[in-house]
């Protein structure tokens, strides 16, 4: 168990469609990364949150935003969602803003874009 | 689109053999390494990591080695169990890359018994 909690684990929407994603950082962390996992692959950094600003960001639409509260939990928002939008979608924290400390990561939201 | 998964290279290895799982990083100057397991249906679980100052670190049945003259990581499992089963997957860090963490294709385990 790493402390970082996501919600919910699964989803289908429809093209089209918005949808948001939710996180909660392990207890001490300030800072939350989200990764978009296709099947059979890598995760691909969509973009990090340090101390409620987005602290970096990857090659990613900006369909694709994001929000960070107070208690360092974390929102990702998908607009006009497409089919290649399908996806596992992980969330992880760590502390200090940097990319070069442990990362530890949600179970991850399954999304189906139909 | 095309399932990458089905190619994802593989590794088996009898129960209680030691496995080697290697990975080949894009940048020179990444300064950050780092490896993480992953089950089925679950998040990435991190393993162990090293930095580019270290060509070696050692954990509890588990050693990273680091060449960065070739770009090359690998994870040394010792004594492998069935539990170990899963894909792995390497990933580094630059400042070229900003404050993210560049993932590898994966590689899958599968420990026979």
């Known amino acids: 168990e790493t402390g970082v909690t996501q919600s919910p684990t699964h989803l289908i929407k429809t093209r089209g469609q918005q949808v948001t994603l939710r996180c909660s950082s392990q207890s001490g962390h300030n800072t939350v990364s989200w990764y978009q996992q296709a099947l059979g692959q890598g995760p691909q950094f969509i973009f990090q949150?340090?101390?409620?600003?987005?602290?970096g960001r990857g090659n990613f639409p900006p369909r694709f935003s994001g929000l960070q509260f107070p208690n360092y939990s974390s929102e990702l928002n998908v607009n006009a969602l497409e089919l290649d939008d399908s996806a596992l979608y992980l969330c992880?924290?760590?502390?200090?803003?940097?990319?070069?400390?442990?990362?530890?990561f949600g179970a991850g939201t399954r999304l189906s874009v139909l | 689109g095309e399932s990458v998964g089905l190619h994802l290279p593989t590794l088996s290895v009898q129960e209680g053999d030691n496995s080697i799982i290697n990975c080949a990083y894009s940048?020179?100057?990444?300064?950050?390494f780092i490896w993480y397991k992953q089950e089925s249906g679950k998040g990435p679980q991190f393993i162990i990591d090293i930095r580019s100052n270290m060509d070696k670190r050692q954990g509890q049945r588990v050693t990273v080695l680091l060449n960065k003259t070739v770009k090359h990581l690998s994870l040394q499992i010792a004594a492998t169990q069935p539990g170990d089963s899963a894909v792995y997957f390497c990933?580094?860090?630059?400042?070229?890359?900003?404050?993210?963490?560049?993932f590898g294709a994966g590689t899958i385990l599968r420990v026979k018994s």
């Open positions: 949150y340090y101390r409620e600003e987005e602290n």
């Open positions: 990933a580094e860090r630059s400042e070229e890359y900003g404050n993210k963490l560049v």
């Open positions: 940048n020179s100057a990444s300064d950050y």
């Open positions: 992880a924290s760590t502390n200090g803003g940097l990319a070069k400390n442990i990362q530890y």
